[in-house]
């Protein structure tokens, strides 16, 4: 089994930055695509961003590129997101995904929270 | 990007009785002329989503018996032959075939 467990959520001022950990255990999918995805309150759920095994495939949606940059250390087994010009409309439940294949996640972490208002 | 759009999206139902949602996406889902990244996935209150479904109609491992999948082209079907109290949530359908991947708005199903 893997779990996901998400950490560095909290709440910051609009334009402010951010950085979020996901840590994973379960070494069978340690060097596997992982990904953000979020939900603002009260709303569906969004794709952000993912990065593979080799920190050389990534890609981000168009509401956060040029302003969120994930990375990853696989040493540590943790993926990070790198939140920059935080909006008010970034408020959400950040999750950390991952699988055997990242088109379809199977792995969750519990969600960090991020709100962001003045 | 593309849309996904599911109805109904408010759906109460007896216990006991089937229920089915639907979900129909703005382009086609197949990806390199071999596989369809649709899923569905269950967000009970309070948790974070999970997967049910993948590939149109492969269920997952602990999933019950009673969901299945099914559909082809832009339109997906996710039936409960059954339901439960436990299945109480809001579901998902979602597409991994073009980026940005998506969901649907989701379907809150409810006891009556």
């Known amino acids: 089994q893997v779990q996901l467990v998400e950490s560095g959520g909290g709440l910051v001022h609009p334009g402010g930055s951010l950085t979020l950990s996901c840590e994973a255990s379960?070494?069978?999918?340690?060097?596997?695509?992982k990904a953000w995805i979020r939900q603002a309150p009260g709303k569906g759920l969004e794709w952000l961003s993912y990065?593979?095994?080799?920190?050389?495939?990534?890609n981000y949606a168009d509401s956060v590129r040029g302003r969120f940059t994930i990375s990853r250390d696989n040493a540590k087994n943790s993926l990070y997101l790198h939140m920059n010009s935080l909006r008010v409309e970034d408020t959400a439940v950040y999750y950390c995904?991952?699988?055997?294949?990242?088109?379809?996640?199977?792995?969750w972490g519990q969600g960090t929270p991020v709100t962001v208002s003045s | 990007d593309v849309v996904m759009t599911q109805s109904p999206l408010s759906l109460p139902v007896t216990l006991g009785q089937p229920a089915s949602i639907f979900c129909r996406s703005s382009?086609?889902?197949?990806?390199?002329?071999?596989?369809?990244?649709l899923s569905w996935f269950q967000q009970r209150p309070g948790q974070s989503p999970r997967r049910l479904i993948y590939?149109?109609?492969n269920r997952d491992s602990g999933v019950p018996d009673r969901f299945s999948g099914s559909g082809s082209g832009t339109d997906f079907t996710l039936k409960i032959s059954r339901v439960e109290a436990e299945d109480v949530g809001v579901y998902y359908c979602?597409?991994?075939?073009?980026?940005?991947?998506?969901f649907g708005p989701g379907t809150k199903v409810e006891i009556k």
């Open positions: 379960g070494s069978t999918l340690r060097d596997t695509y």
């Open positions: 590939e149109v109609s």
């Open positions: 382009q086609g889902l197949v990806y390199r002329g071999e596989y369809v990244f």
């Open positions: 990065i593979d095994g080799t920190s050389r495939d990534i």
């Open positions: 995904v991952t699988g055997a294949q990242i088109r379809i996640p199977d792995y």
């Open positions: 979602m597409q991994g075939t073009h980026w940005p991947w998506t």
